[in-house]
Protein backbone atom coordinates (compact mmCIF):
# COMPACT_ATOMS: atom_id res chain seq x y z
CA UNK A 1 0.00 0.00 0.00
CA UNK A 2 2.59 2.44 0.50
CA UNK A 3 4.48 1.66 -2.35
CA UNK A 4 0.60 2.15 -4.39
CA UNK A 5 0.96 6.06 -2.45
CA UNK A 6 4.12 7.17 -3.50
CA UNK A 7 5.34 9.51 -5.93
CA UNK A 8 7.53 7.19 -8.41
CA UNK A 9 4.40 4.61 -8.26
CA UNK A 10 2.03 7.55 -9.44
CA UNK A 11 3.72 8.94 -12.30
CA UNK A 12 4.62 5.94 -13.51
CA UNK A 13 0.85 5.37 -13.76
CA UNK A 14 0.46 8.41 -15.36
CA UNK A 15 2.81 7.89 -17.73
CA UNK A 16 1.37 4.23 -18.85
CA UNK A 17 -2.09 5.85 -18.91
CA UNK A 18 -0.85 8.21 -21.44
CA UNK A 19 1.32 5.79 -23.50
CA UNK A 20 -1.68 3.37 -23.54
CA UNK A 21 -3.68 6.03 -24.91
CA UNK A 22 -1.87 7.96 -27.36
CA UNK A 23 -1.25 4.43 -28.81
CA UNK A 24 -4.34 3.37 -28.98
CA UNK A 25 -5.72 6.54 -30.53
CA UNK A 26 -2.65 6.43 -33.24
CA UNK A 27 -3.62 2.50 -34.35
CA UNK A 28 -7.58 3.77 -34.33
CA UNK A 29 -7.06 6.81 -36.44
CA UNK A 30 -4.15 6.42 -38.04
CA UNK A 31 -4.49 2.32 -38.94
CA UNK A 32 -0.49 1.93 -38.03
CA UNK A 33 0.49 -1.85 -36.99
CA UNK A 34 0.02 -1.67 -32.75
CA UNK A 35 4.09 -2.52 -32.04
CA UNK A 36 5.05 0.25 -34.73
CA UNK A 37 2.41 2.73 -33.09
CA UNK A 38 3.53 1.62 -29.29
CA UNK A 39 7.34 2.39 -30.38
CA UNK A 40 6.30 5.96 -31.79
CA UNK A 41 4.74 6.43 -28.64
CA UNK A 42 7.35 5.12 -26.45
CA UNK A 43 10.27 7.62 -28.35
CA UNK A 44 7.30 10.49 -27.94
CA UNK A 45 6.87 9.94 -24.26
CA UNK A 46 10.40 9.47 -23.52
CA UNK A 47 11.02 13.60 -25.05
CA UNK A 48 8.06 14.19 -22.95
CA UNK A 49 9.09 13.05 -19.64
CA UNK A 50 12.76 14.81 -20.33
CA UNK A 51 10.75 18.54 -21.26
CA UNK A 52 8.68 17.44 -18.19
CA UNK A 53 11.06 16.66 -15.41
CA UNK A 54 13.70 18.88 -16.41
CA UNK A 55 11.63 22.15 -15.89
CA UNK A 56 10.17 20.70 -12.90
CA UNK A 57 12.95 19.36 -10.60
CA UNK A 58 15.36 22.18 -12.43
CA UNK A 59 13.56 25.27 -13.95
CA UNK A 60 10.84 25.66 -11.29
CA UNK A 61 12.66 25.40 -8.44
CA UNK A 62 15.69 27.17 -9.34
CA UNK A 63 14.08 29.81 -11.28
CA UNK A 64 10.25 30.47 -11.30
CA UNK A 65 10.31 29.88 -7.12
CA UNK A 66 12.83 32.43 -6.92
CA UNK A 67 10.55 34.70 -8.62
CA UNK A 68 13.12 35.01 -11.41
CA UNK A 69 10.30 35.11 -14.32
CA UNK A 70 12.89 36.60 -17.09
CA UNK A 71 14.91 33.89 -16.77
CA UNK A 72 12.84 31.10 -16.15
CA UNK A 73 10.89 31.70 -19.33
CA UNK A 74 13.95 31.67 -21.03
CA UNK A 75 15.64 28.84 -20.40
CA UNK A 76 11.91 26.71 -21.08
CA UNK A 77 12.31 28.12 -24.49
CA UNK A 78 15.46 27.22 -24.87
CA UNK A 79 14.81 23.98 -23.61
CA UNK A 80 12.14 22.96 -26.24
CA UNK A 81 14.67 24.42 -28.99
CA UNK A 82 17.57 21.97 -27.78
CA UNK A 83 15.36 18.90 -27.10
CA UNK A 84 12.45 19.19 -30.01
CA UNK A 85 15.08 18.83 -33.19
CA UNK A 86 16.46 15.92 -31.29
CA UNK A 87 12.65 14.73 -31.29
CA UNK A 88 12.65 15.49 -34.83
CA UNK A 89 15.56 13.83 -35.93
CA UNK A 90 14.94 10.45 -34.00
CA UNK A 91 11.33 9.98 -35.32
CA UNK A 92 13.04 10.74 -39.19
CA UNK A 93 15.58 8.47 -38.28
CA UNK A 94 12.96 5.61 -37.00
CA UNK A 95 10.85 6.48 -40.22
CA UNK A 96 13.40 5.62 -43.15
CA UNK A 97 11.51 2.95 -44.50
CA UNK A 98 8.49 5.37 -44.75
CA UNK A 99 9.43 8.23 -46.47
CA UNK A 100 5.82 9.39 -46.10
CA UNK A 101 6.31 9.57 -42.46
CA UNK A 102 9.58 11.15 -43.24
CA UNK A 103 7.56 14.20 -45.41
CA UNK A 104 5.00 14.46 -42.57
CA UNK A 105 8.47 14.77 -40.18
CA UNK A 106 9.37 17.45 -41.90
CA UNK A 107 6.59 19.40 -42.66
CA UNK A 108 4.99 19.32 -39.25
CA UNK A 109 8.23 20.65 -37.51
CA UNK A 110 6.71 23.64 -35.80
CA UNK A 111 3.94 21.91 -34.67
CA UNK A 112 6.57 19.75 -33.14
CA UNK A 113 8.20 23.05 -31.10
CA UNK A 114 4.47 23.86 -29.99
CA UNK A 115 3.31 20.71 -28.91
CA UNK A 116 6.47 20.57 -26.94
CA UNK A 117 6.09 24.04 -25.48
CA UNK A 118 2.51 23.79 -24.74
CA UNK A 119 3.10 20.75 -22.41
CA UNK A 120 5.93 21.48 -20.58
CA UNK A 121 4.11 24.98 -19.85
CA UNK A 122 1.02 23.27 -19.25
CA UNK A 123 3.21 21.47 -16.51
CA UNK A 124 4.35 24.62 -15.00
CA UNK A 125 0.72 25.53 -14.25
CA UNK A 126 -0.06 22.32 -12.63
CA UNK A 127 3.23 22.07 -10.49
CA UNK A 128 2.33 25.81 -9.38
CA UNK A 129 -1.19 24.53 -8.67
CA UNK A 130 -0.24 21.35 -6.76
CA UNK A 131 2.32 23.48 -4.69
CA UNK A 132 -0.46 25.64 -3.92
CA UNK A 133 -2.71 22.91 -3.01
CA UNK A 134 0.30 21.20 -1.19
CA UNK A 135 1.11 24.88 0.97
CA UNK A 136 -2.66 24.91 1.83
CA UNK A 137 -3.06 21.73 3.17
CA UNK A 138 0.18 22.32 5.16
CA UNK A 139 -0.57 25.41 6.63
CA UNK A 140 -4.16 23.88 7.77
CA UNK A 141 -1.83 20.84 9.05
CA UNK A 142 0.02 23.46 11.12
CA UNK A 143 -2.89 25.21 12.36
CA UNK A 144 -4.67 22.12 13.43
CA UNK A 145 -1.49 21.32 15.18
CA UNK A 146 -1.25 25.02 16.61
CA UNK A 147 -5.44 24.47 17.78
CA UNK A 148 -4.72 20.87 19.40
CA UNK A 149 -1.80 22.30 21.13
CA UNK A 150 -3.47 25.09 22.62
CA UNK A 151 -6.37 23.34 23.32
CA UNK A 152 -3.83 21.01 25.27
CA UNK A 153 -1.88 24.52 27.02
CA UNK A 154 -5.61 25.63 27.62
CA UNK A 155 -6.56 22.48 29.58
CA UNK A 156 -3.58 22.26 31.61
CA UNK A 157 -3.95 25.89 32.35
CA UNK A 158 -7.51 25.07 34.00
CA UNK A 159 -6.61 23.14 36.43
CA UNK A 160 -4.00 23.64 38.86
CA UNK A 161 -5.37 26.60 41.59
CA UNK A 162 -9.13 25.82 41.07
CA UNK A 163 -8.15 21.94 41.53
CA UNK A 164 -5.97 23.14 44.81
CA UNK A 165 -9.04 25.66 46.03
CA UNK A 166 -11.34 23.09 45.56
CA UNK A 167 -9.63 20.11 47.53
CA UNK A 168 -8.86 22.60 50.27
CA UNK A 169 -12.69 23.50 50.39
CA UNK A 170 -13.61 19.65 50.16
CA UNK A 171 -10.68 18.93 53.11
CA UNK A 172 -12.30 21.36 55.18
CA UNK A 173 -15.96 19.82 54.38
CA UNK A 174 -14.54 16.50 55.15
CA UNK A 175 -13.38 17.64 58.72
CA UNK A 176 -16.60 18.81 59.53
CA UNK A 177 -18.23 15.85 57.95
CA UNK A 178 -20.49 17.69 55.75
CA UNK A 179 -23.04 16.10 53.83
CA UNK A 180 -21.44 18.37 50.86
CA UNK A 181 -18.38 16.60 50.48
CA UNK A 182 -19.21 13.21 48.80
CA UNK A 183 -21.48 15.39 46.13
CA UNK A 184 -18.52 17.98 45.64
CA UNK A 185 -15.51 14.75 44.86
CA UNK A 186 -18.62 13.55 42.69
CA UNK A 187 -19.18 16.84 40.78
CA UNK A 188 -14.96 17.41 40.38
CA UNK A 189 -14.52 13.44 38.98
CA UNK A 190 -17.03 14.78 36.46
CA UNK A 191 -14.74 17.73 35.48
CA UNK A 192 -11.46 15.69 35.06
CA UNK A 193 -13.30 12.71 33.43
CA UNK A 194 -14.60 15.12 30.80
CA UNK A 195 -11.26 17.04 30.26
CA UNK A 196 -9.25 13.95 30.21
CA UNK A 197 -10.83 12.26 28.25
CA UNK A 198 -14.38 13.13 26.32
CA UNK A 199 -12.17 16.85 25.28
CA UNK A 200 -9.84 14.51 23.41
CA UNK A 201 -12.73 14.72 20.67
CA UNK A 202 -12.65 17.76 18.16
CA UNK A 203 -16.77 18.23 18.77
CA UNK A 204 -18.38 16.95 22.03
CA UNK A 205 -21.88 17.06 23.11
CA UNK A 206 -23.48 20.13 24.57
CA UNK A 207 -24.88 18.48 27.04
CA UNK A 208 -21.55 17.71 28.32
CA UNK A 209 -20.32 21.22 28.19
CA UNK A 210 -23.42 22.82 29.96
CA UNK A 211 -22.45 19.74 32.57
CA UNK A 212 -19.02 21.18 33.08
CA UNK A 213 -20.27 24.37 33.63
CA UNK A 214 -22.79 23.76 36.09
CA UNK A 215 -20.19 21.78 37.82
CA UNK A 216 -17.75 24.45 37.38
CA UNK A 217 -20.12 27.23 39.04
CA UNK A 218 -20.95 24.72 41.90
CA UNK A 219 -17.48 24.07 42.92
CA UNK A 220 -16.98 27.95 42.41
CA UNK A 221 -19.84 29.09 44.89
CA UNK A 222 -18.53 26.59 47.40
CA UNK A 223 -14.96 28.02 47.43
CA UNK A 224 -16.65 31.89 47.45
CA UNK A 225 -19.49 30.70 50.11
CA UNK A 226 -21.64 33.67 50.70
CA UNK A 227 -19.17 36.64 49.12
CA UNK A 228 -20.41 35.58 45.44
CA UNK A 229 -23.73 35.97 43.77
CA UNK A 230 -22.91 32.95 41.37
CA UNK A 231 -25.96 32.41 38.56
CA UNK A 232 -26.90 29.79 36.11
CA UNK A 233 -29.90 30.10 33.27
CA UNK A 234 -30.03 27.94 30.47
CA UNK A 235 -32.94 28.16 27.93
CA UNK A 236 -33.98 26.30 24.92
CA UNK A 237 -33.83 22.54 23.84
CA UNK A 238 -30.83 20.71 23.93
CA UNK A 239 -31.06 17.43 21.75
CA UNK A 240 -27.69 16.09 19.90
CA UNK A 241 -25.91 19.26 19.43
CA UNK A 242 -22.40 19.22 19.41
CA UNK A 243 -20.00 22.48 19.57
CA UNK A 244 -16.17 22.37 20.29
CA UNK A 245 -15.20 21.39 23.93
CA UNK A 246 -13.80 23.84 26.34
CA UNK A 247 -15.05 27.02 24.68
CA UNK A 248 -16.97 28.64 27.41
CA UNK A 249 -14.48 27.73 30.37
CA UNK A 250 -11.81 30.02 29.31
CA UNK A 251 -14.86 33.35 29.69
CA UNK A 252 -15.81 31.22 32.83
CA UNK A 253 -12.03 31.44 34.78
CA UNK A 254 -11.79 34.91 33.70
CA UNK A 255 -14.65 36.04 35.39
CA UNK A 256 -13.86 34.53 38.66
CA UNK A 257 -10.27 35.44 38.53
CA UNK A 258 -11.28 39.20 37.92
CA UNK A 259 -14.15 39.81 39.60
CA UNK A 260 -14.63 37.81 42.39
CA UNK A 261 -11.17 37.25 43.09
CA UNK A 262 -10.20 40.24 43.03
CA UNK A 263 -13.29 41.72 44.76
CA UNK A 264 -12.92 42.55 49.00
CA UNK A 265 -16.66 42.68 49.01
CA UNK A 266 -19.42 40.49 47.85
CA UNK A 267 -19.45 40.13 43.74
CA UNK A 268 -21.31 38.36 41.33
CA UNK A 269 -21.27 35.89 38.05
CA UNK A 270 -24.50 35.96 35.61
CA UNK A 271 -24.35 33.05 33.10
CA UNK A 272 -26.69 33.01 30.83
CA UNK A 273 -26.62 30.39 28.13
CA UNK A 274 -29.59 29.88 25.37
CA UNK A 275 -29.88 27.50 22.79
CA UNK A 276 -31.51 27.96 19.27
CA UNK A 277 -32.33 25.86 16.61
CA UNK A 278 -28.87 26.66 15.12
CA UNK A 279 -26.92 28.34 17.50
CA UNK A 280 -26.54 28.44 20.77
CA UNK A 281 -25.41 31.95 22.80
CA UNK A 282 -22.92 32.35 25.80
CA UNK A 283 -23.36 35.19 27.82
CA UNK A 284 -21.23 35.80 31.14
CA UNK A 285 -21.56 39.07 33.16
CA UNK A 286 -19.15 39.62 36.22
CA UNK A 287 -18.42 42.35 38.23
CA UNK A 288 -15.19 44.48 37.93
CA UNK A 289 -12.49 45.36 41.16
CA UNK A 290 -11.25 48.89 41.03
CA UNK A 291 -8.27 47.50 39.04
CA UNK A 292 -8.47 45.96 35.85
CA UNK A 293 -5.99 44.60 33.38
CA UNK A 294 -7.19 46.71 29.60
CA UNK A 295 -9.59 44.31 27.84
CA UNK A 296 -6.98 43.14 24.96
CA UNK A 297 -4.16 41.99 27.60
CA UNK A 298 -6.67 39.78 30.16
CA UNK A 299 -6.05 36.15 30.24
CA UNK A 300 -8.69 33.40 29.64
CA UNK A 301 -7.85 30.25 31.12
CA UNK A 302 -4.35 30.89 30.84
CA UNK A 303 -4.61 32.16 27.15
CA UNK A 304 -4.70 35.57 25.91
CA UNK A 305 -7.84 36.94 24.51
CA UNK A 306 -5.83 36.70 20.87
CA UNK A 307 -5.36 33.51 21.16
CA UNK A 308 -8.97 32.67 22.35
CA UNK A 309 -10.30 34.73 19.21
CA UNK A 310 -7.58 32.53 16.73
CA UNK A 311 -9.32 29.17 18.33
CA UNK A 312 -12.90 30.68 17.37
CA UNK A 313 -11.24 31.58 13.63
CA UNK A 314 -10.01 28.62 13.11
CA UNK A 315 -13.02 26.13 14.66
CA UNK A 316 -15.39 28.36 13.60
CA UNK A 317 -14.60 30.71 10.22
CA UNK A 318 -17.46 32.49 9.78
CA UNK A 319 -19.79 31.17 12.21
CA UNK A 320 -19.21 32.60 15.67
CA UNK A 321 -19.49 36.28 16.99
CA UNK A 322 -17.50 37.23 19.95
CA UNK A 323 -18.70 40.43 21.95
CA UNK A 324 -17.00 41.62 25.08
CA UNK A 325 -17.99 44.98 26.75
CA UNK A 326 -17.10 46.53 30.14
CA UNK A 327 -17.97 49.71 32.32
CA UNK A 328 -16.93 51.23 35.36
CA UNK A 329 -18.82 47.60 37.17
CA UNK A 330 -19.46 45.53 35.10
CA UNK A 331 -17.78 43.35 32.44
CA UNK A 332 -19.53 41.44 29.79
CA UNK A 333 -18.84 38.35 27.46
CA UNK A 334 -21.72 37.13 24.68
CA UNK A 335 -20.18 34.38 22.68
CA UNK A 336 -22.33 32.98 19.98
CA UNK A 337 -21.75 29.25 18.01
CA UNK A 338 -23.16 28.45 14.82
CA UNK A 339 -24.12 24.67 15.08
CA UNK A 340 -21.94 23.32 12.06
CA UNK A 341 -23.49 20.81 10.06
CA UNK A 342 -20.61 18.63 9.40
CA UNK A 343 -19.42 18.07 13.71
Not at 60 to 83: A, E, N
Not at 163 to 175: E, G, H, P, Q, V
Not at 321 to 339: A, K, N, S, W
Request: with cysteine; glycine share 4%.
Amino acid sequence: MKLLRSKFFSHCFFWSVLLAALTYLEVEINGIPFFFALGNELLRIMFYAILVYINIYVLIPRFLSDRKLLIYGGLLVLLVLVVTPLMIYLFYWKYHNYPDLQAQVLQHQAGYYLLNFLITSTFTVFKIISDWIRGEREKRRIQTQTMQSELRFLKSQINPHFLFNTLNSLYALTIKKSDLAPEIVLRLADMMRYMLYECNEKWVPLRREIAYVENYLELEKLRHGSKADVTFQTDGEVHDQRIAPLMFIPFLENSFKHGLARSLSTGFVHVHLHVGSDQVVFMIENSKADTQPQPEARTFGGIGLTNVRKRLEMLYPGQHELLIEHDPLTYRVRLTLQFLEDN
